[in-house]
């Protein structure tokens, strides 16, 4: 049993945290007031390897691994959820599933340039009509001579119209179920593919979250992603490594509002004396850090496993759950611990409590991870 | 090219509390960092690589086995190689022993270019060590650069005053200082973190290996001696404010000042 970090850890940790300080909190407010992507970022998180944190040097990435993908994550979530989204909706869902299951033309092709930060990924399975019921797909796939046709849409794509790649699920044989989807990988460029409504959120604001729409799309066939009738498993296994980057999103909302609260009641007095004075402040304090403490070792377990090829399908749903509830939790005790001043722009604990809702939704709402788990269980 | 940057590992002293009773440093749990000025010492040397061919990045430093994690952190950032001088003949060194021992081990690299310090260490502040290393090999040396061209074999400085700059020139080998309007220095790349942290990516070097002279190094070969370090007691007492035209009010200042035997 071992608890430590290893000595990469624990430097990746110390320059997201330098990073995140000089680079994305700075601008946090501004891009969730506005709704503005933070390209900027995005282009200095590439320069220093931060959007292909666990896949090998190879393949354009840093030949780190998940649990420093999941600090990374972590980190930059504390002042900016919506930074913490782009570079995990970018690793796992939109690098991982070619790191998984490319050929290695698809990598040399496509998960270098994602990798080293060049590209931008994004993943789309979710439809108006295949939310948790994932297996509803009704776009489809139509092999026609060198080219599959696809005809359909997305919706609730993150980093949708802001990613050049997109991993793509559509039914390619109906009859079959989810074993009739397959998955795709499809340009920006591809003709027939366009974006559609960019929705306007709670939180995350400055995420991109857009429809994908497909008319006549046209997807050369080497741009099927593993074999035809894979899909479903592609999605299903990918979505269980981009729980842990939620997951460790979340942690990062709740450890970040939790700080900014230490710092809030040390300078705030009522009756005399800062409020962190009082027993009944100390212990709501107490409380929200062995949650998070708790969420922590969850999100670090998972992405370990993940690491070493152990398991890990459970242990992110549970890590997910609980980290995304502790999340929801923590902000809006943070802003409840802020009185008035929580509850307006002027501390950031407001914007953290938005953030933390969709934590427990996407990627599988809080519900999904339960049935996860107690598939798990139950087997 | 050769650039050697020598660097200090130091505690950040934005988190640093000093024991009153003892008058040091608390060290316990406070982080490590690279000194600042060094950091600044090493972007510019990095920005030199990246525009030139053939440019190679040494850093050197001087320090406990612990100081390898600021060697690695430069590593990361993109230095060449790394070496540490470490032995317990260099424990309790002054500037004069610290720069004695960096001398050697400088000697024991041999080819060098440019020798990059930063103007000074924020754990002691003394800003010696740079100049120092200057005169044991004999080099010419400019201080507080604040903008550095590299001119065939020459280099121009901008050397920074309080009033103002000097713009000089000098052949290589030289050695320099920076100071943090240098540059701005860019963070550990992830994947340089991985790299840096393989085996064997820090020389170690005894003193003995860099055949410097026993004589002067370690707490005994330092001249300088600490009798007594406190912390100044809080003052106490209200302040005054001058009233006034603002050319009275100078001149009640001045003259102030100098009753106090200030100015």
Same mark, same amino acid.
């Given at each position: 049993m071992n608890f430590n970090l290893t000595k990469e850890q624990e430097m990746v940790r110390s320059v997201m945290k330098e990073f995140t300080e000089k680079e994305v909190k700075p601008i946090a407010a501004e891009?969730?007031?506005?709704?503005?992507?933070?390209?900027?970022?995005?282009?200095?998180?590439?320069?220093? /390897?931060?959007?292909?944190?666990?896949?090998?040097?190879?393949?354009?990435?840093?030949?780190?691994?998940?649990?420093?993908?999941?600090?990374?994550?972590?980190?930059?979530?504390?002042?900016?959820?919506?930074?913490?989204?782009?570079?995990?909706?970018?690793?796992?869902?939109?690098?991982?599933?070619?790191?998984?299951?490319?050929?290695?033309?698809?990598?040399?092709?496509?998960?270098?340039?994602?990798?080293?930060?060049?590209?931008?990924?994004?993943?789309?399975?979710?439809?108006? +009509?295949?939310?948790?019921?994932?297996? $509803?797909?009704?776009?489809?796939?139509?092999?026609?001579?060198? /080219?599959?046709?696809? +005809?359909?849409?997305?919706?609730?794509?993150? /980093?949708?119209?802001?990613?050049?790649?997109?991993?793509?699920?559509?039914?390619?044989?109906?009859?079959?179920?989810?074993?009739?989807?397959?998955?795709?990988?499809?340009?920006?460029?591809?003709?027939?593919?366009?974006?559609?409504?960019?929705?306007?959120?709670? $939180?995350?604001?400055?995420?991109?979250?857009?429809?994908?729409?497909?008319?006549?799309?046209?997807?050369?066939?080497e741009n099927l992603l593993g074999k035809e009738g894979e899909g479903f498993k592609i999605a299903m296994s990918t979505l269980d490594g981009g729980r842990i980057g939620i997951a460790a999103q979340a942690l990062g909302i709740a450890a970040g509002a939790l700080d900014e609260t230490v710092k809030y009641v040390k300078e705030r007095e009522q009756f005399g004396r800062p409020i962190s004075k009082f027993q009944g402040i100390q212990w709501i304090l107490a409380d929200l850090a062995t949650e998070i403490e708790a969420a922590r070792l969850l999100v670090y377990k998972a992405a370990y496993n993940k690491a070493n090829n152990l398991p890990y399908s459970k242990e992110a749903a549970m890590a997910k759950l609980f980290a995304a509830e502790t999340a929801m939790n923590v902000t809006t005790k943070c802003v409840q611990l802020h009185g008035g001043y929580g509850y307006t722009k002027d501390y950031p604990v407001e914007r953290m409590m938005r953030d933390a809702k969709i934590t427990e939704i996407y990627e599988g709402t809080s519900q999904v991870q339960q049935m996860v788990i107690a598939a798990n269980l139950l087997k | 090219m050769n650039i050697i940057v020598c660097l200090k590992q130091v505690p950040d002293t934005n988190e640093v509390r000093i024991d009153p009773v003892r008058g040091t440093l608390i060290r316990e749990g406070v982080p490590s960092i690279i000194n600042p000025d060094d950091r600044n010492a090493l972007e510019e040397a990095l920005r030199i690589k990246d525009e030139n061919s053939d440019v190679k990045v040494t850093v050197l430093s001087m320090g406990p086995p612990q100081a390898d994690v600021a060697l690695r952190e430069a590593l990361a950032m993109g230095a060449d190689d790394a070496?540490?001088? @470490?032995?317990?003949?260099?424990?309790? @060194?002054?500037?004069?022993?610290?720069?004695?021992?960096?001398?050697? =081990?400088?000697?024991?690299?041999?080819?060098?270019?440019?020798?990059?310090?930063?103007?000074?260490?924020?754990? =002691?502040?003394?800003?010696?060590?740079?100049?120092?290393?200057?005169?044991?090999? =004999?080099?010419?040396?400019?201080?507080?650069?604040?903008?550095? #061209?590299?001119?065939?074999?020459?280099?121009?400085?901008?050397?920074?005053?309080?009033?103002?700059?000097?713009?000089?020139?000098?052949?290589?080998?030289?050695?320099?200082?920076? *100071?943090?309007?240098?540059?701005?220095?860019?963070?550990?790349? *992830?994947? =340089? *973190?991985?790299?840096?942290? #393989?085996?064997?990516?820090?020389?170690v070097w005894s003193a003995a290996y860099v055949e410097a002279d026993k004589s002067n190094l370690g707490l005994d070969g330092s001249p300088t001696q600490v009798n007594k370090s406190f912390t100044p007691p809080g003052r106490s007492g209200s302040g005054e404010i001058l009233q006034g035209s603002a050319k009275e009010v100078v001149r009640d200042l001045i003259v102030r000042l100098k009753e106090k035997q200030v100015i």
């Open positions: 891009i969730d007031e506005t709704e503005r992507f933070p390209r900027e970022t995005v282009e200095k998180m590439a320069k220093y /390897n931060m959007l292909g944190i666990p896949f090998p040097v190879e393949y354009g990435g840093s030949g780190a691994d998940e649990v420093a993908y999941a600090i990374a994550v972590e980190e930059l979530s504390k002042a900016c959820a919506t930074t913490g989204v782009i570079c995990s909706a970018h690793t796992s869902l939109g690098c991982w599933p070619i790191y998984k299951y490319g050929s290695e033309e698809q990598k040399q092709k496509y998960l270098v340039p994602l990798a080293k930060g060049e590209k931008l990924g994004a993943f789309g399975l979710t439809e108006p +009509n295949a939310g948790t019921d994932a297996a $509803g797909q009704q776009t489809i796939a139509i092999l026609e001579g060198d /080219n599959y046709i696809l +005809n359909g849409s997305k919706i609730f794509i993150t /980093n949708g119209g802001q990613a050049d790649v997109y991993i793509i699920f559509a039914m390619t044989d109906r009859s079959k179920g989810t074993r009739g989807i397959s998955a795709f990988i499809v340009e920006k460029d591809f003709p027939g593919f366009s974006i559609g409504k960019i929705e306007e959120k709670m $939180g995350i604001r400055a995420s991109a979250t857009t429809e994908l729409i497909f008319q006549e799309c046209i997807v050369p066939k | 070496i540490l001088l @470490s032995d317990r003949a260099f424990a309790g @060194s002054d500037t004069w022993a610290t720069s004695t021992a960096l001398a050697a =081990g400088l000697k024991k690299i041999g080819d060098y270019d440019i020798i990059f310090c930063g103007r000074q260490a924020i754990d =002691g502040d003394t800003a010696q060590v740079g100049p120092q290393i200057a005169e044991h090999l =004999g080099l010419p040396q400019i201080t507080y650069v604040e903008e550095l #061209k590299i001119e065939k074999d020459k280099v121009i400085a901008k050397r920074s005053l309080e009033d103002g700059h000097f713009i000089i020139e000098s052949e290589m080998p030289v050695l320099l200082t920076a *100071i943090k309007e240098l540059n701005e220095p860019r963070y550990p790349s *992830i994947k =340089g *973190i991985y790299e840096a942290h #393989k085996a064997d990516r820090v020389k």
